[in-house]
């Protein structure tokens, strides 16, 4: 008889000794496992774990302003799931696909046209025929880890230890997002070559400049280190509650 594989799974520990685990999906091309989390901050850090992995997409030679052209992709697709994310993301597996921001391809001719219409009937294809069945494949793989639903659960972290459930992060920004996106936009970085500098995903990037999550103490710091300014540039100058995020 075949033994059957141990399933995978990650974990964050706090310094008083709670441990919180979850299953780590075979997918997931990294584990967000850590220790010695201090106990106030464990909200944060489950809200921040991202489990992601990329399938592909158009690799292009593209245009951005008046630099010359560089390979790029192009409607990059990526699996992600946020298990502990806040009550209005799904916490199940879903498709994130990538639009590159305000780049163009330039001077096609018929041929150029025909060549990119090509290109992309072979992403529909591997959309169609490959990512999806890999998100379907992700989901009811989920599903046999997490037979109650996540969505609608709530609890307090120490909670988590022994029912899976969180409540979510409360949703107070620290940094004033138009800061980032004008201090970015400033050092020249795009959102991705940002994440790269700090250390995070480009998706948790995109939502903490765009309002939807709220910097932790240990992130916002190492966001103004790599923009070469002063946190207090960065940070929200009144501690209101967000009641929407800005497009």
């Known amino acids: ?46 809200a921040d774990v ?13 245009v951005h302003g008046q630099d010359p052209a560089e390979q790029a992709a192009v409607l ?3 699996l992600t799931c946020k298990p502990f994310g806040q ?4 916490r199940i597996p879903v498709a994130d696909v990538q639009l590159v921001d305000d780049f ?20 529909g294809h591997a959309l169609i025929h490959q990512v999806g069945p890999a998100l379907e494949a992700a989901r009811a793989d989920w599903s046999r880890h997490h037979p109650t639903p996540a969505a609608d659960t709530a609890g307090t972290a120490a909670d988590v230890a022994a029912t ?23 050092a020249g970085l795009t959102k991705r070559a940002l994440a790269q500098r700090v250390g995070i995903s480009e998706q948790l990037m995109n939502e903490i ?6 910097a932790t103490p240990a992130v916002l710091p190492r966001i103004a280190e790599a923009l070469n300014c002063p946190v ?16």
């Open 209 to 214: 400049e765009s309002g939807w999550r709220s």
């Open 104 to 123: 163009w391809l330039k001077g096609l001719d018929p041929q150029g046209i025909t060549d990119f219409g090509q290109r992309l009937r072979t992403l």
């Open 76 to 78: 990059a697709v990526t």
């Open 50 to 62: 991202v489990l992601e992995t990329d399938t592909g997409g158009l690799i292009l030679p593209v």
């Open 164 to 186: 899976g459930r969180v409540r979510s992060a409360p949703r107070v920004l620290r940094q004033e997002p138009q800061a980032v996106t004008w201090a970015r936009e400033k």
């Open 1 to 46: 008889m075949t033994p059957t594989a141990k399933a995978r799974s990650w974990a964050v520990t706090t310094t008083s000794g709670l441990t919180v685990r979850d299953h780590l999906p075979d997918w997931a091309d990294s584990d967000p496992s850590r220790d010695g989390v201090r106990p106030e901050h464990l909200d944060a850090v489950l």
């Open 87 to 90: 009550s209005d993301e799904p």
């Open 232 to 247: 207090v540039a960065l940070e929200r100058k009144r501690t209101d509650t967000v009641t929407a995020p800005r497009d």
